[in-house]
């Protein structure tokens, strides 16, 4: 059973523009997504447009049971590169053409934003009729405005590129962000699940609402595509926070609020924060946190708050985690996990394997540090550890690194059996067409049409592909015509640092070392 609160109703036949907003992932994951809960507020803030919501594997809207075939624009949100194939099912099942170009003028206007939208949508732009490269606030009026205006979008599709980043294979694009956070939407009155099935239950639970308190992070860990692409840094003010945590409270009747963010805890008066909204009587959840800014004071609050579990990312061991540019040390890890089981709180580590010039002797090193770690809290399964391959993503330091699955085999072998403590790994061959998907072009168009009956040779083969083309010196990467504000120049000279373990220090301490991304 599954109940909404705070949905829209409007009469479809009273405005002009019926937008599907479709997520090509399960309700549960669409329903924890806040850029979801944004662009379905924002637009139905509009009375000339209904926003209604399609989630996978459904082609029907929640609010009106309309088909997308019927709608004005269909528009996809892109969290994960594995949603491509859904986002394709969706589309074959709609009625709606799938290649853009055999789409007639009344056919929906086919878009798509996102992360993955404005990392590298190359591999499925035959899908799309255009790509939204950054903060939805900042295009979708002018998106609708122009869909308004014409009768035949595809054959005034050059119109749409008057809009700041709208991109069409082929032309330039520059990521848009909203620079002042004040201005940033958010949505109050959130849609509300009760259910009582697991598989319905958003990841914060049936009892929470999001509350966003940052974007961007420019910490330069040199494997992380969000903080390399979204730069810089932009905070909330505390009081605008505030306002908004009570004023969702009473609209959406939680007492439970998720704090939202790249570096949730690298916000300036985090302490501050936690503790008003503790005083005011919330209790507080939060994403992973960063080891160099959790305090004590930070972790009391959130005990005192209800929060059961910290979750933390100390990625690998301490020298990798110097090539990564994560200059934590051990001593911090520690001091931080010990702290945690003293409140009584567990812990989550997210770490990897794969990363840049990694050994046997690392993997090893890496299974004793997992070792001494979560055997301070065997005796009440207090530490739990999830174990990923590293992926190399575009827009990163590591976009020239390959990806070798024969190699990590090896080493996911070893590390699996050398373990005896509860542990979660990512599958290898997921992440192997995760790597495809991330790293590929056009190309891989006439692949993706044959959906989920793509064998994993096959993936496996274009990620030994990829690993070939990337060693050849004039590499162009596929995704040059996006341009997320931080320089090539500068990503070079990161990758060149990784061997040497050398560490570009947090420019928000050490000053400007001159990205590109606040120019």
Request: one cysteine or more; a neutral charge; aromatic letters at 10%.
């Amino acid at each position: 059973m599954i109940e909404e609160y705070n949905t829209v109703i409007k009469n479809p036949r009273k405005v002009i523009t019926r937008y599907a907003s479709c997520y090509p992932n399960i309700y549960r994951v669409a329903m924890s997504s806040l850029g979801y809960h944004i662009i379905y507020d924002y637009l139905n803030e509009r009375e000339d447009i209904y926003c209604e919501r399609v989630i996978y594997p459904q082609t029907k809207s929640i609010e009106t049971r309309t088909s997308l075939s019927e709608f004005d624009i269909v528009g996809f949100t892109l969290q994960f590169e594995q949603d491509y194939l859904n986002m394709i099912d969706m589309l074959k099942r709609s009625g709606i053409p799938l290649l853009s170009k055999d789409r007639k003028p009344h056919h929906p206007l086919v878009i798509a934003g996102g992360p993955c939208a404005a990392s590298n949508p190359l591999p499925i732009s035959n899908f799309v009729d255009f790509f939204a490269v950054g903060d939805g606030e900042l295009m979708l009026d002018e998106i609708v405005n122009i869909r308004q205006d014409t009768n035949n979008p595809r054959a005034d599709i050059f119109d749409f590129l008057e809009v700041p980043g709208v991109y069409i294979p082929g032309q330039k694009v520059k990521l848009q962000q909203v620079r002042n956070m004040q201005k940033a939407h958010r949505p109050i009155y959130q849609i509300v699940t009760k259910t009582d099935n697991p598989k319905f239950m958003p990841a914060f639970g049936d009892n929470a609402f999001l509350l966003e308190v940052s974007r961007g992070c420019s910490r330069g860990c040199r494997f992380c595509m969000s903080g390399c692409m979204y730069r810089p840094r932009r905070e909330v003010k505390l009081e605008t926070l505030v306002d908004t945590a009570i004023k969702t409270r009473h609209v959406t009747g939680h007492d439970k609020v998720a704090l939202i963010g790249e570096a949730v805890s690298d916000y300036s008066r985090i302490e501050d924060l936690c503790s008003i909204l503790s005083e005011e009587g919330f209790q507080i959840a939060t994403p992973s946190l960063r080891v160099e800014s959790v305090s004590d004071e930070l972790l009391e609050i959130l005990k005192d708050s209800g929060l059961k579990t910290i979750t933390i990312a100390p990625e690998t061991t301490q020298n990798q985690r110097w090539k990564l540019n994560k200059p934590m040390s051990d001593h911090q890890i520690h001091h931080t996990i010990d702290r945690a089981i003293n409140l009584k709180l567990k812990v989550k580590m997210y770490l990897l394997l794969g990363t840049p010039g990694e050994t046997k002797e690392d993997v090893l090193e890496l299974v004793n540090f997992i070792r001494g770690i979560t055997s301070r809290g065997v005796r009440y399964n207090t530490v739990k550890t999830s174990v990923n391959p590293l992926i190399p993503k575009p827009h990163t330091p590591l976009q020239w690194m390959k990806f070798d699955y024969d190699d990590l085999f090896d080493k996911f072998k070893k590390y699996s059996t050398r373990l005896k403590y509860s542990h979660k790994q990512e599958n290898l061959k997921k992440a192997t067409m995760q790597y495809v998907l991330t790293n590929s072009g056009g190309e891989l168009n006439k692949l993706l049409m044959i959906g989920d009956r793509i064998q994993f040779k096959d993936w496996y083969k274009l990620a030994v592909n990829i690993n070939n083309i990337k060693q050849n010196s004039e590499y162009a990467l596929p995704w040059h015509e996006i341009d997320v504000g931080v320089s090539n120049k500068f990503l070079r000279a990161e990758y060149d640092r990784v061997q040497s373990g050398q560490i570009t220090p947090w420019c928000e301490e050490d000053g400007c070392h001159g990205c590109g991304a606040c120019m």
